[in-house]
Nanobody, 125 residues
Framework: VQLQASGGGLVQAGGSLRLSCAAS????????MGWFRQAPGKERELVAA????????LYGDSVKGRFAISRDSAKNTVCLQMNNLKPEDTAIYYC???????????????????WGQGTLVTVSS
């Protein structure tokens, strides 16, 4: 599976962006798709994750209520809708995939087998 993230850019605080992660190859229903981010000088952290077939989602505490993960099966794409962006959301955002993770493991980036190249999100104050 190859992942291609897109949609990053510069936005003012309070604005919105929508990131997309296009997956090439066969993504089966047990796959877990995740979005992570890493800001300069900080560790990588989970933003959101979801099972491809549905059933559960998982969000990082700092983005709950503002971000939403969704999928478009027809396009083999996972999206991250980011609303009410804050300067502290500035980071490189990566999409990731794994053939099968429990929800309890989905926040650990080391558990994912496939990674996209990252897309930069900059939120100005």
């Amino acid at each position: 599976v190859q992942l291609q993230a897109s949609g990053g850019g510069l936005v003012q605080a309070g604005g919105s962006l929508r990131l997309s992660c296009a997956a090439s190859g066969r993504v089966i229903v047990t796959y877990v798709m995740g979005w992570f981010r890493q800001a300069p000088g900080k560790e990588r952290e989970l933003v959101a994750a979801a099972r491809w077939s549905g059933g559960w989602t998982l969000y990082g505490d700092s983005v709950k209520g503002r971000f939403a993960i969704s999928r478009d099966s027809a396009k083999n794409t996972v999206c991250l809708q980011m609303n009410n962006l804050k300067p502290e959301d500035t980071a490189i955002y990566y999409c990731a995939a794994d053939p099968g993770l429990l929800r309890s493991m989905a926040s650990d980036g080391k558990e994912y087998d496939y990674w996209g190249q990252g897309t930069l999100v900059t939120v100005s104050s």
